[in-house]
């Protein structure tokens, strides 16, 4: 089974961005050089990185190692229609990315995203991504551990599935103190995807220049 790892930056008031579809780069602005190296080290060590469609529409993400020596994990998007801006950064540096779509994802869609440089897709599900599914088609490749950086829908959709084998939280000491931006779980607009009540206990706590990171397994049942 594929270990699932999130790793999120948060602000003192749970945001995962400053502002509503505000790119959480600003967030990463906050890190110095010491905590850039040691996040970067994390995508280093894992087989794959996973990010959602928005994160993707938003901050348009390398998600490439370039803090720290290593090499770059495999990109992994769920987007189930495969509408992803073609012009995003990760389709086109020729570093293979994944796009898993649902088969509502039209063919035309699929051709144009095939047609970028080291973009494969597949298909898991039929109305939206089947997670399991996806970990499943990721696994049979050889994929043993997993990234998931967010945002919030994703990171929803994960956590009511019971998918996250731990969770690793970067304390960046800014407060948005915007209403509407993004927290760390955020609803999916689809239902029967909310996380139910679920016990974590903290296994790590450290500092890297200055920021506080917090590392939680879960703990069993309620
Ligand atoms: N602070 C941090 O660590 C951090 C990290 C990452 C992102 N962020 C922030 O998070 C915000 C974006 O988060 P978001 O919640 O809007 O979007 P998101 O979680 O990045 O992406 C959600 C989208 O992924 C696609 N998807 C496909 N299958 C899915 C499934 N089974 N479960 C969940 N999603 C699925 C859907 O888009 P389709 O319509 O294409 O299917 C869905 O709307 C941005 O502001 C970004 O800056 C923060």
Not at 121 to 130: A, E, L, Q, S
């Amino acid at each position: 089974m594929i270990e699932i790892t999130t790793l999120s930056e948060l602000t003192i008031d749970g945001k995962l961005a400053l502002h509503r579809a505000s790119s959480s780069k600003d967030l990463f602005d906050y890190s110095g050089d010491e905590l850039k190296t040691w996040f970067h080290g994390q995508r280093a060590a894992a087989d794959a990185i996973m990010v959602g469609a928005n994160t993707v529409r938003v901050d348009d993400p390398s998600l490439t190692v370039r803090y720290a020596p290593g090499r770059n994990p495999l990109r992994v998007i769920p987007s189930s229609d495969g509408r992803l801006p073609l012009t995003s950064v990760l389709l086109n540096d020729g570093l293979p990315t994944l796009v898993a779509v649902a088969g509502r994802a039209t063919a035309a869609t699929v051709a144009a995203l095939e047609a970028l440089p080291a973009v494969e897709v597949i298909r898991c599900g039929d109305d939206t991504v089947d997670l399991p599914t996806l970990l499943d088609r990721l696994e049979a490749r050889g994929v043993a551990s997993l990234i998931v950086e967010g945002g919030g829908t994703l990171l929803s959709s994960l956590f009511a599935q019971g998918l996250v084998s731990k969770i690793v939280i970067k304390h960046i000491a800014v407060i948005s103190g915007d209403p509407d931006a993004p927290t760390f779980l955020t609803p999916t607009p689809w239902p029967g995807f909310e996380p139910s009540l679920s016990r974590w206990r903290m296994i790590e706590w450290f500092a890297k220049g200055g920021i506080g990171i917090s590392v939680y397994v879960r703990q069993g049942p309620p």
